[in-house]
């Protein structure tokens, strides 16, 4: 089945400073869409690319979605204390239904 | 609010016992689907339901079942509980056409003891 590697597994960074996540798979996704996960609740769309090559934005977050189709990134700028939680990619194929998420980055902000 | 909802949000069963996980979207969706998350794994599908009176296998369908009653509502169901089931479980739901994004429900927390 289909594959993503999503990178880093966790991240502990300082209040303000950005922060970048990717995800690489061995398929080609049609839909590239990003989820951040807070303790007891489901995943919350956060941004959702549709083209190779699209950068799209959603105030402090941009994010890109490969040009060969197989990858994405995720930046979150000047990041604050409720950025804390587990971002996850997840792409869909062409003429598959349901979603292949990634393992998750686990964001830690230290005071 | 408009949403996802699923019942309940916790529960324990003993190996063996049966359950069904209820899910129920307020959207119009016509795509649900169910998935498990466990530690460090992600998300995976178990089955899903294009539309209403149709029922496809996910990634991980093995001991689970599941009934799509109406629009609105898509059960899965543990016949016989094993401790490989503990999980936290999600459904979500889309709209066709609509490749914006899953609407996800807050999750039902299952163990198996």
């Known amino acids: 089945g289909q594959q993503l590697n999503q990178s880093p597994q966790s991240m502990f960074i300082q209040e303000g400073e950005d922060v970048s996540m990717n995800c690489t798979s061995s398929s080609i996704f049609n839909t590239w869409l990003w989820y951040k996960q807070d303790p007891g609740e489901g995943p919350v769309l956060l941004i959702a690319?549709?083209?190779?090559?699209e950068l799209t934005s959603n105030g402090r977050l941009t994010a890109q979605f490969g040009i060969t189709r197989k990858d994405s990134f995720l930046n979150i700028s000047a990041s604050i204390p409720s950025d804390v939680g587990i971002y996850f990619c997840?792409?869909?194929?062409?003429?598959?239904?349901?979603?292949?998420f990634g393992k998750g980055t686990h964001l830690i902000i230290q005071p | 609010n408009a949403g996802v909802t699923q019942t309940p949000k916790f529960q324990v069963l003993k190996t063996g016992q049966s359950m069904t996980l209820q899910c129920a979207q307020d959207?119009?969706?016509?795509?649900m689907y169910w998935y498990r998350q466990d530690p460090g794994m992600g998300l995976r599908l178990i089955y899903y339901s294009a539309s209403e009176g149709t029922t496809d296998k996910g990634e991980v369908p093995n001991g689970y079942n599941v009934s799509r009653l109406n629009k609105r509502e898509f059960s899965l169901r543990l016949e016989s509980a094993a401790p490989s089931q503990t999980s936290v479980y999600f459904c979500a739901s889309r709209s066709t056409g609509a490749d914006y994004g899953y609407t996800f429900g807050s999750g039902t927390r299952l163990t198996v003891v």
């Open positions: 997840a792409g869909r194929g062409g003429g598959a239904d349901g979603l292949t």
């Open positions: 959207m119009n969706h016509n795509s």
């Open positions: 690319l549709y083209k190779a090559g």
